[in-house]
């Protein structure tokens, strides 16, 4: 059974601002809730489910709150179109701005505003072993339902934080950073990468010109074809599988 | 002024059944309309806009039928959520089945589903130059408006025919078939791919058996993170990076 009032703080939860305040967010669906209960249980605050849910899992989670509610009950509270057996309320996690892991790529984003996007681009990441996304304050939030349900997980592995990343680039010494750029060195004839940082830009402006500045090497991926753009997260995926 | 039957028809394009039996699609807003207007203005059978839109377009192409509309008739006959301007009907094109240019590379789809997903893959197509994609029916038609919408134009230069994909490939003789796999030779590494046939699977299930059993050849992105599989158009655009 959930509570009027618990259902209307849930749903509270799809705003940015609640989620800011009250440092919780809302992930979904059987796959993101496995992932959080083998790598992030103890920011599992509550966990909302149908009973065919709580049959296969509860023996193996006796220690995490568990609240039945029925499938119309979980559509009330869901975000997604159609709810999808489990609803979990988060601990959002701590972030420690701004130390970078060194001898590693990691991934600067530039006004990343669409939360499928940045999903992807998490996701993506994670793909390719990459554990740290510094963002614009622009970019979508991390928190966002759709960008959480978009990292299909891979939110809980790969560290984001958001920052005024032109002065966040300026304090980086002796880190090589690398932009993602219409024109540049050619991304898939040129040497791995195996350090430093890699900027993508926005969708549709590309990476903003006091950002540009501050890279050492521009960087491309070639194009054969007549398209205007590749999109944001492919591209992303294309310089990432030319790292080591 | 647009009539209500005239309404109701171009409504009634958001369903693959009458698309099929008319032979037409629907293509929104001024990017697209642009493209068509430059590459396949022969296609556009009428032109609803409103007037901010036929002031800058109108002299260009006096040639098109063009309707005024209000922003609220545009919203009425719109499949986007917010409608952009201008809508056109569109005739339908020929396409050849399976007749394959030589000496190419091509990409072939496994049961891609997601309109979105297929919408960007064309994209990213036209981006490497590829200029034909052959489709199992299974994959979401490619004039569903989702997928015109999210090619953002690429749908004009990239040719794709649906068929049944295991009795084509079977016809197909002394073409190499690559077919992208979670276990195989590494893409990155790998010479370069400089003609044949690429296979791309299904979002959740790869490539199906009786598919995968008539490639020449199975290539991976080596995997160094966690993440479970890499979405089907940024492998897509991966692979395609390490052709030529």
């Known amino acids: 059974m959930l509570g009027k009032s618990r259902a209307k703080y849930i749903q509270s939860l799809g705003q940015k601002k609640v989620r800011d305040s009250e440092g919780m967010f809302i992930a979904e669906g059987p796959k993101i809730i ?12 509550e966990i909302y489910a149908v009973s065919s849910w709580i049959e296969t899992h509860h ?4 220690d995490v709150r568990v609240t039945e509610v029925t499938e119309t009950e979980l559509q009330n509270i869901s975000q997604l179109t159609t709810s999808n057996q489990v609803l979990a309320v ?9 130390l970078l892991s060194e001898g590693k790529v990691s991934l600067v984003l530039d006004t990343i505003q669409d939360p499928g996007n940045l999903g992807t681009i998490i996701r993506i990441a994670d793909w390719f072993n990459i554990e740290q996304i510094i963002c614009s304050r622009e970019c979508a939030d991390m928190y966002n339902p759709k960008v959480v349900q978009s990292t299909m997980g891979s939110f809980v592995r790969v560290q984001l934080f958001y920052t005024d990343l032109q002065e966040w680039l300026e304090q980086q010494r002796g880190i090589r950073i690398y932009a993602s750029a219409m024109e540049g060195r050619d991304i898939t004839t040129m040497d791995r990468i195996t350090e430093g940082l890699i900027i993508i830009g926005n969708e549709s402006k590309g990476i903003s010109p006091d950002i540009m500045k501050l890279a050492n090497v521009q960087i491309t991926i070639p194009r054969k074809g007549r398209a205007e753009s590749l999109n944001a997260a492919a591209a992303t995926a294309v310089i990432l599988s030319h790292t080591t």
Chains 1, 2 share one sequence.
Not at 59 to 62: L, V
């Open 90 to 98: 988060v601990k959002k996690y701590e972030v420690i701005a701004g």
């Open 34 to 45: 496995d992932e959080l209960l083998i790598s992030a249980k103890s920011h599992l605050q």
């Open 59 to 62: 023996e193996k989670h006796r």
